[in-house]
Nanobody
Framework: QLQLVESGGGLVQPGGSLRLSCAAS????????ICWFRQAPGKEREGVSC????????YYTDSVKGRFTISRDNAKNTVYLQMNSLKFEDTAVYSC????????????????WGQGTQVTVSS
């Protein structure tokens, strides 16, 4: 079965850290751009971070710059999102998507989309 599977979500206090994983099953991530999205209750889905397939270049939305780091390990067929200094407003369901380009993914022209993992930042 061809799919993306996210893991690593959970409950964390403000200022804490989590590392999310996005693992591919049935296909290789090597040639795909991977993006992380999040959606909080009552809010629109937001593109958080992306990593290219070629040169490892990255994109971050302004609200997470300096706190989140995206990386990929092609040997493990996995992309990670390291989240530090978490804030209440980071609470959301985080999902990963694979596609040919950041533009394609943001325009919903993705090839694969995971089921999501819940991140809750609460004291």
């Amino acid at each position: 079965q061809l799919q993306l599977v996210e893991s690593g979500g959970g409950l964390v206090q403000p200022g804490g850290s989590l590392r999310l994983s996005c693992a591919a099953s049935g296909f290789t991530l090597d040639y795909y751009v991977i993006c992380w999205f999040r959606q909080a209750p009552g809010k629109e889905r937001e593109g958080v971070s992306c990593i290219s397939s070629s040169d490892g270049s990255t994109y971050y939305t302004d609200s997470v710059k300096g706190r989140f780091t995206i990386s990929r390990d092609n040997a493990k067929n996995t992309v990670y999102l390291q989240m530090n200094s978490l804030k209440f407003e980071d609470t959301a369901v985080y999902s990963c998507a694979a596609g040919a380009s950041i533009q394609a993914i943001f325009n919903l022209g993705y090839d694969y989309w995971g089921q999501g993992t819940q991140v809750t930042v609460s004291s």
